[in-house]
């Protein structure tokens, strides 16, 4: 190699290798959120490794903001926690089944009462 033959520069090398984690990640994602994909094997994929285990909870179906919150402080683990960090009881814990906690009330007998009536329920009536 001559000094005029260069190779790739070292940033594009890097934004090379950052593009295809991200695109892993993401099919990682998809497969989780589809069903495709268990949490268990999400959680070893090599991809997966840095990033957060409240981004991973999160793209499952039906898990938010709140869901995933509330469930990582029940487990005492912090959101912002690289899921290559987990201890293996870490792990174990996440990946427990967890008893849907009682409600304090019967919330579908819950039904707001109105003193006066709504343009609705004139119309109808």
């Known amino acids: 190699m001559t000094p005029g033959q260069l ?3 070292q940033h594009m090398t890097a934004l090379a290798r950052a593009n295809e984690i991200r695109l892993a990640r993401s099919r990682v994602k998809r497969d989780l959120r589809a069903g ?3 949490l268990a094997d999400a959680l070893e994929h ?3 490794q840095t990033m957060t285990l409240a981004a991973l909870l999160d793209a499952q179906e039906r898990w ?3 869901r995933v919150t509330a469930f990582l402080a029940r487990l005492s683990i912090s959101p912002s926690r690289r899921i290559g960090d ?3 009881r870490q792990r174990q814990t996440v ?3 967890k008893p849907a906690p009682p409600l ?3 919330v579908t007998a819950f039904r707001p009462v109105r003193s006066t009536p ?8």
Do not use: M, S
């Open 7 to 9: 190779r790739e520069p």
């Open 104 to 106: 304090d009330k019967d």
């Open 36 to 38: 495709r994909l268990t």
């Open 95 to 97: 990946l427990a089944p």
């Open 64 to 66: 938010g903001d709140v």
């Open 46 to 48: 090599p991809a997966v």
């Open 86 to 88: 987990l201890t293996p």
């Open 118 to 125: 709504t343009p609705w329920d004139l119309w109808a009536a």
